[in-house]
């Protein structure tokens, strides 16, 4: 059973960081690419970003680009997400969600999330 | 960027009504279009992939269609636990994109 566990979510003043994490399992983690996709309290779903299964490609949403860095240590199955410059449109529950293996496949598992609040 | 763009942004209808649900893409996409269905307060699940696939485990009263830029989501009779919010999701290229989403809601 395919099983993703974020971790590291919490409060955060406006120009902080924060690091994410997501424990993989129940599957070959270094032959899937991962995704975070956030939700902002009452709205929808938002692409964050996107790593290959070798790490050499990574794809962020521009609203990050420059601010947050995925990265992927396949030897603990465990996604991050370093997360810089946060401001308060950041705010929102952050999943880990892993792709289907193939060519230009979508998301078929997805975390529970783990809450990020950026507020003074 | 790929803007998609579904409606309606919120449906009410009765239990065993025939629901549909459209996406209309910015520009040519193929098939690569993707459904999720979110329950309130949980993570998002894959409905179907490559605009008409069945998911695995997911009841035959779902189907999607289409190609190109316009798709539709079709539950051909609503039961109880299909009232959430249904997403859109184009795999075509990056940046990845989502519709805004389609709330159904018990009428």
């Known amino acids: 059973e395919v099983q993703l566990l974020e971790s590291g979510g919490g409060l955060v003043q406006p120009g902080g960081s924060l690091r994410l994490s997501c424990a993989a399992s129940?599957?070959?983690?270094?032959?899937?690419?991962m995704n975070w996709v956030r939700q902002a309290p009452g709205k929808g779903l938002e692409w964050v970003s996107t790593i290959s299964g070798t790490a050499i490609k990574t794809y962020y949403a521009d609203s990050v680009k420059g601010r947050f860095t995925v990265s992927r240590d396949n030897s603990k199955n465990t996604l991050y997400l370093q997360m810089n410059s946060l401001r308060a449109d950041d705010m929102a529950i952050y999943y880990c969600?892993?792709?289907?293996?193939?060519?230009?496949?979508?998301?078929?598992?997805w975390g529970q999330g783990t809450l990020v609040t950026v507020s003074s | 960027d790929i803007q998609l763009t579904q409606s309606p942004s919120f449906l009410s209808a009765s239990v065993g009504d025939r629901v549909t649900i459209t996406c209309r893409a910015s520009?040519?996409?193929?098939?690569?279009l993707a459904w999720y269905q979110q329950e309130p307060g949980k993570a998002p699940k894959l409905l179907i992939y490559a605009a008409s696939t069945l998911h695995s485990g997911v009841p035959s009263r779902f189907s999607g269609s289409g190609s190109g830029t316009e798709f539709t989501l079709t539950i051909s009779t609503l039961h109880p636990e299909d009232f959430a919010t249904y997403y859109c999701q184009q795999v075509n290229s990056f940046p990845r994109s989502f519709g805004g989403g389609t709330k159904v809601e018990i009428k």
């Open positions: 520009q040519d996409i193929s098939s690569f």
């Open positions: 129940g599957f070959t983690f270094s032959s899937c690419a």
């Open positions: 969600a892993k792709n289907s293996q193939g060519y230009k496949r979508p998301v078929d598992s």
